[in-house]
């Protein structure tokens, strides 16, 4: 992507639909697009090789994470090539529809992440050590220890193994995938299976 393109991009941040005269390139973006609507996947992979930069790289700003910025970036490119047909240049043009589907994918993609984070450490609190002064706390606790336990072993074994691995190891998403030789959005994929699954089992007790 070059400085030009770049520019042409940030400018559509800022500024209404329709407010600039769309640079060249934006004119072969609408033509790969439509190309795309018609089942074009060559016309996707030109499409992405021009414009994936500025995609990874609004991404990447949003999130400040390569891995999930590079996650986010194919989710917008194969939500491209499923909306293609909807694409409108009366209401923008292709580097502000990307600009608009990166930011939402992100935004939705960072929301998701602090909600894992929330009920990972719902569930570390209470599987953790911690010093108890009274019977009834004792009690309390090694009841809901028990209840988070018996919810996990219904887990499917992969989403059980990471949930496992990120509060009882302490491993990142990055480090689980390389320990199991699985991409990372695999890893994200079980783990928020594998709480959305604790979530119905155990109600209340991870909100």
Known sequence: MDAMTER???????????????????????TLIRQIARGNQQAL???????????????IRILGNSATAEEVTLDVYTQVWRQAAGFNAQRGTPSAWLVMLTRSRALDRLRMSRHEEQHLA?????????????PEESSLVGERRRLIQAALDELPVEQRQV????????????EIAARL???PGTVKTRLRLG???LRMLLGVLVE
Not at 163 to 172: A, D
């Open 163 to 174: 949930l496992e691995l990120v509060y009882f190891s302490g491993l990142s998403h990055s």
């Open 195 to 197: 709480l959305a699954k």
């Open 122 to 134: 719902t569930l570390s609190a209470t599987l953790s050590p911690i010093a108890l002064t009274t």
């Open 45 to 59: 992979g030109s499409f992405y090789d021009t414009t994936s930069s500025v995609v990874y790289g609004l991404a």
């Open 8 to 30: 042409a991009v940030d400018d559509h941040e800022d500024e209404p639909s329709g407010a600039t005269r769309p640079h060249p390139q934006e004119t072969e973006w609408e």
């Open 181 to 183: 030789d699985v991409p």
